[in-house]
Nanobody
């Protein structure tokens, strides 16, 4: 059974930092990409950052220069280093894994809350 387990959310003041981690288990097919999405109250879920198995990355415009995504392929783990956090970064952050099984299938973590408060 595929599981993605996130950790690292919490409360932080503006300008602070947090590091999210997501470990995938039970995956027997290749992971083509892993990423982070977020959903704020009353808003749609949006892509924050994604990293492919080849190491290519893509970021949502508002987090460029502040967030860094990385992965440990051997451990099927993805990280999101978040710096210079702003109140508008407050959301539930979801880990996503795209698995080639065949065709690309999405798997999701349970979500972790990030709250940036003044």
């Amino acid at each position: 059974q595929v599981q993605l387990v996130e950790s690292g959310g919490g409360l932080v003041q503006p300008g602070g930092s947090l590091r999210l981690s997501c470990a995938a288990s039970g995956i027997i097919f290749p992971i083509v990409a892993m990423g982070w999405y977020r959903q704020a109250p009353g808003k749609q879920r949006e892509l924050v950052a994604i990293i492919t198995s080849g190491g290519s990355t893509n970021y949502e415009d508002s987090v460029k220069g502040r967030f860094t995504i990385s992965r440990d392929g051997a451990k099927n783990t993805v990280y999101l280093e978040m710096k210079s956090l702003k109140p508008e970064d407050t959301a539930v952050y979801y880990c996503n894994g795209k698995v080639l099984a065949p065709g690309v299938r999405d798997y999701w973590g349970q979500g972790t809350q990030v709250t940036v408060f003044s």
